[in-house]
Every structure is written in C-alpha cells, then in structure tokens.
C-alpha cells in the first residue's frame, strides 16, 4: 500500500480528538492521496482492459482460426469417407475379379487336365501298338537275322573245310619242297645249264606235281568266308611251297638264271615269322622249307580261333594285310620266270 495513504490515516486517527485544523489538513492530505489513487487505478483498469481487449482479440483471431478448420472439416470427413469407401470398394472389386478369375482358371485348367489325360490315354494306346508293330518286326529281322547268320555260318564252315582241302591238295608241292631243300641249290645253278643227268633228275623231282593243277585249286572264291589271317597264312604257305615247285621247272629246263636269291621270299617269311628274321636271311631259300610247319600251326590256330567266334584286333588284321601283300609279289615274281 502507498506511504502516503498510510500516513494520512494515521494523522486522522491520532489527531482526531484534539485538532480540528488538523482534521481538515488530513483530509486535504487525503483527498490528495485518493485522487492520486485514482488516477492509478484508472490508469491500472485501463492497462488492464487494454490486456484483456488484446487476449480478447487473440482469443477471437484463434476462435476465427478455429472456425476456419472447422469449416474445412465436413471437407476433411467427405474426402476422407470417400477414400475409405474408394478403398473397401477396391478391394472389394480386386476380391470378386479374382475369385471370378481363379474360377474361370479352375474351370480352364480342368478341361485342360481332362484333355491332357485323354490324350495320354490315346498317346499309350498308340505307343502300345507301335510297340506291338516294332516287337513283330523285330522278331521277325531277328527270325532273319538268325537265318542269316545260321546261312553265314555254315559258309564259313564250308569255306574253311574246302581251304584245308586246299591247303592239303599243296601236299605233293611240299613234297618236292622237301627234297629241294637237300640240294645245294647255289652249286646246281652254276652247272644246270649243261648237265642233263641233272636236268632229268630235277624232271623226276616234278613229275608228280603238276603247275596246271595246283594252280587249279580254287581257293579264291573262299577268301570272303574266313577270316583275313587265315587267308593270309594259307597264301603265304602256298606261294613258298610253289616258289620251289617253280624252281625244280627251272632246272628241268636247264636254265641257269639266279633262282637261289630270293627277296620277295626273304621278306614274306620274316613278315609271317618275325621271330625267324635272323634265320631266313642267313639260309634264305634252303631255309624257309625248315619254317613250313611252323605256318602250317599258326594256320590251324587261326582257324580254330575263327570257328571259336573269337575276334581279332586291328594289329593282327594290319599283320594279315601285310602278309597277302608279300605272298601276292612272290607269286608275281615266280610267274614272271
């Protein structure tokens, strides 16, 4: 509280009963202190109204504000209604066409298994009777691939039994084979020419074989009915056999050519015999009779190897080919003289 207003209150309190003057000058005082209070308090009430007209305003500018959301709010609430709507319609539709979809595919891919099952059926039908057919004609090719080869065998086996034949109808060539490798054939050439005691000895050596009909023998046609190491033993063992047949007709006749070297016939012998290599070079022509038996075993193996069904690999049929080869030239240089 004012010091003033206290003080005057006081004065007129104390003094009361005593001063009159005093009085009045208290409440001079007095009046002085109340209008001074006054214009305070005016001032005061004005400060006050002018804060509460400010609030006032505020609270009216945030009312306006607030009127202003308000009035977007029935906005806010249809836009959002309609989106909730939109949205449980969206998936309300996404829903029916799927379960519209998804039965209509249901439907489709029934008819689908239905047809594929049906031609499945249809398919093992046909794969069944194609079976049927592919089982007859295989029994049947069997039926005559058996035939065949039941024909096939028993050529090979007549084709091997008319080789042996052949092989033992070259009996009387190894027979003068024989007795040529007892005669110094180098010694023989140097004076055949103009001995015809030694002419007609050689005559008798070869009365008994004759060139005609040992080259008669008909071996050839059998060459595709056994093996190619068959064929190639049987040549080389006729074409050594011969080779001295051929050089007792030589001196019968008294010709003096030189029969004793003989290359193609080294060079056959160490192909059959490549083991005897060392000992056909060294005795050449008066050794190979020595070798003959020896061919003569590797033919008989062959042949049983051949009948036995065994196969042959691809060295030995190169071996084969080699062999023909050379019996082929030995035979071509013995026609030749």
Partial sequence: MDINKVSSRVCFIVSFPYDFYGILSCLAIHNKAFKSDSQRLAASLRSSIAKRRSHLNAALNLFRGSMDIIDWIPSLVTSGGLGVVAFLSKNLIVTRLTNSVKHEYDVKLEAIKANHKESEQRFQAELQKRDLQVAAIRDSALSGLAHQKSL????????????????????????????????????????????????????????????????????????????????????????????????????????????????????????????????????????????????EQLLLSEIQNFLSGKGISEERLKEATEIIKYSEQLKVTDESK
């Fill in 152 to 295: 096939l065998f028993e050529k090979q086996l007549d084709a091997v039994d008319n080789l042996w034949k052949s092989f033992v109808a070259l009996s009387p060539a190894k027979v003068v084979s024989t007795m040529m490798s007892r005669i110094n054939i180098d010694e023989v050439s140097k004076t055949i020419a103009r001995d015809t005691n030694l002419q007609e000895f050689f005559k008798m050596i070869g009365q008994n074989v004759d060139l005609q009909t040992l080259g008669g023998v008909n071996s050839t046609s059998l060459r595709p009915f056994v093996s190619e190491p068959i064929w190639a033993y049987f040549s080389a063992y006729q074409s050594i056999v011969l080779h001295y047949v051929v050089l007792a007709k030589m001196f019968e006749l008294g010709l003096d050519k030189k029969m004793t070297k003989s290359e193609e016939l080294v060079k056959l012998v160490s192909k059959v015999l490549p083991h005897q290599k060392e000992f056909i070079e060294k005795y050449e022509i008066t050794g190979a009779f020595y070798l003959l038996e020896e061919i």
